[in-house]
């Protein structure tokens, strides 16, 4: 048949469904009928018209009503609402036992600190320092025993105490993965604290005046800092007590828990930091009844909602009590790579399919990856051996300058740098490798024939990515941010797909930009989980400002390095480097832990746009036509 004389017999029916499709009153019976018609005639033309307008044209109307039919539905308000009104407290219901823990384990801490500052009077120096109880004792004296509030302006002392708050809040709950130790230790420092604190206001007759003051802002403050504590605690139980679940997937679903509380904590957090910047600034001029009542409706609103309206809503749904606690830890064997994910689902499946690659990707890093980074570090660090005797601001940045060489100091730095950008290129044509190959055995030989097709296409298209993170200053980062999307897909492009370089090289562009959303939120999410991950390790407040320096807040690396420096100061002078050269060990485990992570996302995204633009899954559909058995299933429809 003529193509002229096709069109003609069939323009009607093509029209009919366009305006069918718009149309939001349609007849869903006339529509399905008339995309059963266009998908075949869209079969038709791709054998007779292979290159003619009009099967671009049908694969359009096809390929419009697949996009459309897995379109991502966006988020309403009303399901925001909802978990707020019934998920969250849920949460809390089912965590409650956890958090009654905390509260008594805090109140007893306090009474500690009560108890040991009646037995020794010197006791709150020791938990609060000479200068702090010195400058108390003069407020005192002078009538003023509060004035502390009063010293800062307004809008600085709000940015600060809500900041601390903060970081106090989530390091409670984060240090609670340790076995809940960590936890209990933040629960005791601080309990002692407020104990001792107390009973010191006590013993100079000021118990009430100091009680107003403090419980202002306190009543959301320290009950912030209990229930994060709960919340660190119900994380911890989930590896303490798996139950039947395996351990990570007990923590899986205990953490997901742990978080949605500490989330709930941060509206009470800030207004904690506004009460004692704005209110308890102006605590002189306050009358008596508004404290009063300013404290008790504090008090009644963390009663309401983290006690009596959590088991209101427990009552209300008791169905659901036990609904959301049972986790989907099936496994699931295969990936379909012709399928368009939302975010959601890219960072889900990445997850599943680096547990998958794993085993691949440890045999490449372990024989090729390490062995070279090694060599650049122990090059890197004979070149500033100097520099390595010191202790630096944020530790992490620096090191990351000197391992890699972005200080660029000599001509050695130079030339490292450039042979990073090749280790980054292996890394990330390893990790498309092993996912194009995830139902395949391990073959040297296929790796190094990947390589040599692509490898020098995902080192040129991963290059700026890579040069802008490396080189630009953190305060432009934070506007690079929103540029890194447009070249987010082009290193996959170039590892993934088929056809000439220029046409690889072009797609990925093409891609990165229609895809740009979607890598903007997924950049943000691996950011928000890199630092979250990194805390332990390199906290943002443990800042060095010399080396002699003790950081605002230790974390676990800078005891770790302690420990390292100990050891080395008994054979060296230097010990220092040594204490260093670790942090430059752990910093190169956490890289390549993660960065295979962020790599995945970006072929999971690369797989979607393609399948929005070349529809290969419908097409696979097409090919599936007629293959179906009536009376029995076959492989067909189970892919």
Same mark, same amino acid.
């Given at each position: 048949?003529?193509?002229?004389?096709?069109?003609?017999?069939?323009?009607?029916?093509?029209?009919?469904?366009?305006?069918?499709?718009?149309?939001?009153?349609?007849?869903?019976?006339?529509?399905?009928?008339?995309?059963?018609?266009?998908?075949?005639?869209?079969?038709?033309?791709?054998?007779?018209?292979?290159?003619?307008?009009?099967?671009?044209?049908?694969?359009?109307?096809?390929?419009?009503?697949?996009?459309?039919?897995?379109?991502?539905?966006?988020?309403?308000?009303?399901?925001?609402?909802?978990?707020?009104?019934?998920?969250?407290?849920?949460?809390?219901?089912?965590?409650?036992?956890?958090?009654?823990?905390?509260?008594?384990?805090?109140?007893?801490?306090?009474?500690?600190?009560?108890?040991?500052?009646?037995?020794?009077?010197?006791?709150?120096?020791?938990?609060?320092?000479?200068?702090?109880?010195?400058?108390?004792?003069?407020?005192?004296?002078?009538?003023?025993?509060?004035?502390?509030?009063?010293?800062?302006?307004?809008?600085?002392?709000?940015?600060?105490?809500?900041?601390?708050?903060?970081?106090?809040?989530?390091?409670?709950?984060?240090?609670?993965?340790?076995?809940?130790?960590?936890?209990?230790?933040?629960?005791?420092?601080?309990?002692?604290?407020?104990?001792?604190?107390?009973?010191?206001?006590?013993?100079? !007759? =000021?118990? &009430?005046?100091?009680? @107003?003051?403090?419980? #202002?802002?306190? +009543?959301?403050?320290?009950?912030?800092? /209990?229930?994060?504590?709960?919340?660190?605690?119900?994380?911890?139980?989930?590896?303490?007590?798996?139950?039947?679940?395996?351990?990570?997937?007990?923590?899986?679903?205990?953490?997901?828990? !742990? =978080?949605? &509380?500490?989330?709930? @904590?941060?509206?009470? #957090?800030?207004? +904690?930091?506004?009460?004692?910047?704005? /209110?308890?600034?102006?605590?002189?001029?306050?009358?008596?009844?508004?404290?009063?009542?300013?404290?008790?409706?504090?008090?009644?609103?963390?009663?309401?909602?983290?006690?009596?309206?959590?088991?209101?809503?427990?009552?209300?749904?008791?169905?659901?009590?036990?609904?959301?606690?049972?986790?989907?830890?099936?496994?699931?064997?295969?990936?379909?790579?012709?399928?368009?994910?939302?975010?959601?689902?890219?960072?889900?499946?990445?997850?599943?399919?680096?547990?998958?690659?794993?085993?691949?990707?440890?045999?490449?890093?372990?024989?090729?990856?390490?062995?070279?980074?090694?060599?650049?570090?122990?090059?890197?660090?004979?070149?500033?051996?100097?520099?390595?005797?010191?202790?630096?601001?944020?530790?992490?940045?620096?090191?990351?300058?000197?391992?890699?060489?972005?200080?660029?100091?000599?001509?050695?730095?130079?030339?490292?740098?450039?042979?990073?950008?090749?280790?980054?290129?292996?890394?990330?044509?390893?990790?498309?490798?092993?996912?194009?190959?995830?139902?395949?055995?391990?073959?040297?030989?296929?790796?190094?024939?990947?390589?040599?097709?692509?490898?020098?296409?995902?080192?040129?298209?991963?290059?700026?990515?890579?040069?802008?993170?490396?080189?630009?200053?953190?305060?432009?980062?934070?506007?690079?941010?929103?540029?890194?999307?447009?070249?987010?897909?082009?290193?996959?492009?170039?590892?993934?797909?088929?056809?000439?370089?220029?046409?690889?090289?072009?797609?990925?562009?093409?891609?990165?930009?229609?895809?740009?959303?979607?890598?903007?939120?997924?950049?943000?999410?691996?950011?928000?989980?890199?630092?979250?991950?990194?805390?332990?390790?390199?906290?943002?407040?443990?800042?060095?400002?010399?080396?002699?320096?003790?950081?605002?807040?230790?974390?676990?690396?800078?005891?770790?390095?302690?420990?390292?420096?100990?050891?080395?100061?008994?054979?060296?002078?230097?010990?220092?480097?040594?204490?260093?050269?670790?942090?430059?060990?752990?910093?190169?485990?956490?890289?390549?832990?993660?960065?295979?992570?962020?790599?995945?996302?970006?072929?999971?995204?690369?797989?979607?746009?393609?399948?929005?633009?070349?529809?290969?899954?419908?097409?696979?559909?097409?090919?599936?036509?007629?293959?179906?058995?009536?009376?029995?299933?076959?492989?067909?429809?189970?892919?």
């Amino acid at each position: 048949m003529k193509e002229t004389k096709f069109i003609e017999q069939n323009k009607k029916k093509w029209n009919r469904f366009e305006e069918l499709y718009e149309s939001k009153s349609n007849n869903p019976d006339e529509l399905s009928d008339l995309y059963m018609d266009i998908t075949d005639d869209l079969s038709y033309a791709q054998t007779f018209y292979r290159r003619r307008t009009v099967r671009v044209y049908l694969n359009k109307l096809a390929q419009t009503v697949y996009t459309g039919v897995h379109k991502q539905k966006g988020e309403s308000i009303r399901r925001f609402l909802d978990v707020w009104k019934i998920s969250l407290p849920l949460e809390i219901y089912r965590s409650r036992k956890s958090l009654l823990f905390a509260l008594v384990a805090f109140c007893v801490y306090a009474l500690i600190g009560v108890v040991t500052t009646m037995i020794d009077p010197n006791f709150p120096r020791v938990v609060m320092g000479d200068g702090y109880v010195n400058m108390t004792i003069e407020n005192i004296q002078n009538g003023n025993p509060l004035k502390v509030y009063e010293d800062t302006d307004q809008m600085a002392m709000f940015v600060n105490i809500t900041t601390n708050n903060m970081k106090v809040a989530f390091l409670t709950f984060f240090v609670g993965f340790f076995f809940t130790i960590g936890t209990h230790m933040m629960l005791f420092y601080n309990g002692v604290m407020l104990g001792a604190f107390q009973y010191f206001f006590k013993a100079k !007759g =000021l118990l &009430i005046t100091s009680f @107003l003051g403090i419980w #202002i802002h306190g +009543a959301f403050e320290i009950s912030a800092i /209990v229930l994060a504590g709960g919340a660190g605690i119900t994380a911890g139980n989930g590896l303490l007590f798996p139950g039947s679940y395996t351990r990570l997937q007990s923590l899986q679903l205990s953490t997901k828990r !742990g =978080l949605k &509380i500490m989330m709930s @904590l941060v509206p009470f #957090i800030i207004a +904690a930091g506004f009460l004692e910047s704005y /209110v308890t600034h102006n605590y002189q001029n306050l009358p008596e009844w508004s404290k009063w009542t300013l404290i008790l409706f504090s008090f009644a609103f963390i009663l309401f909602f983290y006690v009596f309206y959590p088991i209101y809503v427990a009552r209300k749904y008791p169905e659901l009590i036990d609904r959301e606690e049972v986790g989907n830890f099936q496994e699931r064997k295969g990936f379909n790579f012709h399928k368009i994910r939302g975010s959601g689902e890219v960072l889900a499946d990445s997850f599943r399919m680096y547990r998958t690659i794993f085993q691949k990707l440890s045999r490449v890093f372990i024989t090729i990856v390490i062995p070279i980074i090694a060599v650049l570090v122990v090059l890197q660090n004979s070149n500033h051996y100097d520099l390595q005797k010191t202790q630096y601001w944020y530790d992490w940045a620096s090191q990351l300058e000197f391992m890699i060489g972005y200080c660029f100091i000599n001509g050695q730095d130079y030339l490292i740098f450039t042979i990073w950008t090749f280790v980054f290129a292996l890394i990330f044509s390893t990790v498309f490798w092993a996912m194009q190959s995830t139902d395949e055995e391990f073959s040297w030989k296929q790796f190094f024939n990947y390589l040599k097709k692509r490898f020098f296409g995902i080192w040129l298209a991963n290059l700026f990515f890579a040069l802008s993170c490396l080189l630009l200053p953190w305060y432009f980062l934070l506007f690079a941010i929103f540029l890194l999307p447009f070249f987010f897909l082009n290193a996959a492009a170039m590892g993934i797909s088929n056809g000439k370089f220029k046409e690889r090289f072009r797609k990925g562009f093409r891609y990165s930009k229609q895809h740009y959303g979607k890598s903007l939120v997924l950049l943000l999410i691996l950011i928000c989980l890199t630092a979250i991950i990194l805390q332990p390790i390199a906290l943002v407040f443990s800042i060095h400002n010399s080396w002699t320096n003790e950081p605002e807040m230790r974390d676990l690396l800078d005891m770790l390095a302690d420990f390292v420096k100990r050891i080395a100061m008994i054979y060296t002078d230097d010990y220092m480097v040594w204490a260093n050269f670790f942090r430059q060990f752990v910093y190169i485990i956490f890289i390549l832990g993660l960065l295979p992570l962020l790599i995945i996302t970006m072929g999971f995204g690369y797989f979607s746009e393609r399948e929005k633009t070349e529809v290969m899954g419908l097409r696979n559909q097409f090919e599936k036509f007629g293959k179906r058995s009536n009376t029995q299933e076959s492989k067909v429809d189970f892919e």
